[in-house]
């Protein structure tokens, strides 16, 4: 097809961000984190050229939570990988819309990974999570720059004018299917924003000390709900403290209705995500009975679980039915591939968490797969910064996702979000608990790059 795009430029950039505040999750706390750009100068048969990009914290601490590599050298490993992606990408021999582009870039990646392992002598090798991190700045360049070169919104590039059919990717029961088919026709215009309640966050402004930052935003939730009128909290859990779970769960849910009843809000969503630390299922199971016995309003509002055992789905094979029964429970650190698809509803997992870190490509791909088994889903971040927010919200407002999305860097790197929050302002600052897709552009992936005031933008 003449839309089809050639790589013929790729540059990655690299800065570090430093957080606002300490995010706990899991068994970690993240201080700061290496910020990756990729730029794709792409030609379309036309001749037509046109710049895209992509970005995405290279959060080793979520895609490479080691025991033996430091996280000095993951990070390293993980900036090395970014590079060989863009290189690999270069080396791509024809023009081919981005969903093909993708698969082949995916396919390099173990041997890839094992270049860049072997080059720094790491005792362990990199993960294929971490890597399609490495990778999904490219993909999102790759498609961000397809709709740029094409004069349009990339995902209107995605019906039988521009693209394949499903079956190439998801096999013969897709054949004749579309992805635009999958997707809303225009940017929903307003969505839920999820603010994540980490495991280190204050929830009262009695808690308060001068150590806090004093740069005009809130330290605790209760200032938060007040600052942006919030009806949807993700809560990080311990996962190896029923106790401190049960009673934290317990006080975001009074400290939330409190401080919504001040503002007249009657309206509260919950999750609750432990961040693979659960030894077992039934860990969650006690966790929820105990809850609806305490505090049966709070159990009303939680809305899912989200990833509560390891990533390995094949390690123990868990049986996630118990959980399901009570409440929806959603993979998330264990989908990296359409086969991890298969095999999470093989063991009753009830849904899907799509993150552009795992890959635009795949995230939509799945999106397709969860639709059409009437799998629910969710558009997570990770703690996506800059451009990566516009990425992640624009593809929740182009999909159907269980309530919201989330969007927790105005928390923890608001600074880093400054260039881009001039020119999407509602998109970082939520009004009413919502955040808006009015600013977005009308091609590539709605960035409107040339008029964000960062100097990687204006590079020639």
């Keep these: 097809m003449n839309s089809d795009i050639l790589v013929l430029e790729a540059q990655p950039y690299f800065s570090l961000e430093k957080a606002r505040l300490p995010l706990k999750f899991g068994g970690v706390v993240v201080e700061g984190v290496t910020f990756a750009h990729v730029r794709l100068r792409v030609e379309n048969a036309d001749g037509r050229v046109a710049d895209g990009w992509g970005a995405i914290p290279l959060s080793d601490f979520w895609g490479w939570p080691s025991k033996v590599v430091a996280h000095e050298q993951r990070d390293e490993a993980m900036r090395r990988l970014t590079q060989e992606c863009c290189a690999a990408a270069m080396r791509l021999p024809r023009s081919a819309h981005p969903f093909d582009l993708f698969a082949e870039l995916e396919g390099e990646l173990p041997a890839l990974s094992t270049k860049v392992s072997s080059a ?9 999570l971490s890597a399609l991190i490495c990778l999904s700045t490219i993909d999102a360049a790759l498609h961000d720059g397809f709709g740029t070169a094409n004069g349009i919104c990339t995902y209107d590039g995605y019906g039988p004018d521009f693209c394949p059919d499903l079956g190439r990717y998801l096999g013969p029961t897709f054949s004749g299917k579309y992805l635009s088919e999958y997707l809303r026709p225009a940017y929903n215009r307003c969505l839920p924003v999820f603010h994540l309640v980490g495991a280190l966050d204050k929830l009262r402004r009695s808690e308060l000390s001068d150590a806090d930052p004093h740069d005009g935003l809130p330290n605790s939730l209760d200032d938060w709900i007040a600052h942006d009128g919030l009806r949807c909290l993700k809560v990080k859990l311990n996962g190896r403290d029923l106790e401190w779970d049960l009673n934290r769960m317990l006080e975001v849910e009074v400290v939330a209705r409190e401080e919504q009843a001040a503002l007249g809000i009657d309206e509260l969503h919950l999750s609750a995500d432990t961040n693979e630390m659960c030894e077992s299922p039934g860990y969650i199971v006690e966790l929820l009975t105990k809850l609806r016995e305490r505090r049966p309003s709070a159990y009303e509002a939680l809305l899912y679980v989200e990833q509560p055992t390891e990533r390995d789905l094949n390690a123990h094979r868990f049986d996630m039915s118990p959980i399901a029964k009570l ?15 298969d095999l999470a509803m093989e063991l009753h997992w009830s849904g899907v968490a799509l993150k552009t870190c795992k890959c635009h490509s795949h995230a939509l791909l799945v999106a397709a797969r969860a639709t059409q088994a009437g799998v629910p889903y969710t558009v997570q971040d990770l703690t996506n910064t800059g451009i990566s927010l516009v990425h992640s919200v624009g593809l929740a ?8 999305v989330e969007a927790n860097s105005r928390q923890f790197f608001p600074a880093s979000n400054a260039p881009e929050a001039a020119v999407h302002p509602n998109l970082y600052q939520p009004v009413g608990g919502q955040i808006a897709t009015a600013t977005f552009g009308a091609t590539g992936l709605g960035y409107r790059v040339r008029q964000i005031g960062r100097d990687i933008f204006r590079s020639p």
């Design 120 to 128: 720094l002598g790491l005792v362990e090798p990199v993960p294929f």
């Design 327 to 341: 409440k929806p429970v959603i993979v998330d650190e264990s989908l990296m591939t359409l086969g991890d698809f």
């Design 397 to 404: 407002a182009r999909l159907d996702p269980l309530m919201g």
